[in-house]
Nanobody, 116 residues
Framework: QLQASGGGLVQAGGSLRLSCAAS????????MGWFRQAPGKVRELVAD????????NYVDSVKGRFTISRDNAKNTVYLQMNSLKPEDTTIYSC???????????WGQGTQVTVSS
């Protein structure tokens, strides 16, 4: 079970940190991703991180603003979001996958709203 939290309402230019905690499953061997899906749009992989945290990837629209990290001892993955823009407004979800497999473990989303 994955539980995302940390969303909220923030003004443009502000910051939020999302957390994704796992229960009943150890995340340390999984690739973790943060996704977002705005109404009427395709779900987008915002960032992902490998099991050790040594490799990360970001969608172009968040590069330089968002940072994904993980703490395997706490079984938690984070998404630090800085310089937020109104277009970042949507529901963010976390997911896990084993290497070579699609994302198949999903948490419920957390709403991020950025006001202009």
């Amino acid at each position: 079970q994955l539980q995302a939290s940390g969303g909220g309402l923030v003004q443009a230019g502000g910051s939020l940190r999302l957390s994704c905690a796992a229960s009943g499953r150890t995340l340390s061997s999984y690739i973790m991703g943060w996704f977002r899906q705005a109404p009427g749009k395709v779900r987008e992989l915002v960032a992902d991180i490998n099991w050790s945290g040594g490799s990360t990837n970001y969608v172009d629209s968040v590069k330089g603003r968002f940072t994904i990290s993980r703490d395997n001892a706490k079984n938690t993955v984070y998404l630090q979001m800085n310089s937020l823009k109104p277009e970042d407004t949507t529901i963010y979800s976390c997911a896990a996958r084993a290497a070579g497999y699609p994302y198949n473990y999903w948490g419920q989303g957390t709403q991020v709203t950025v006001s202009s």
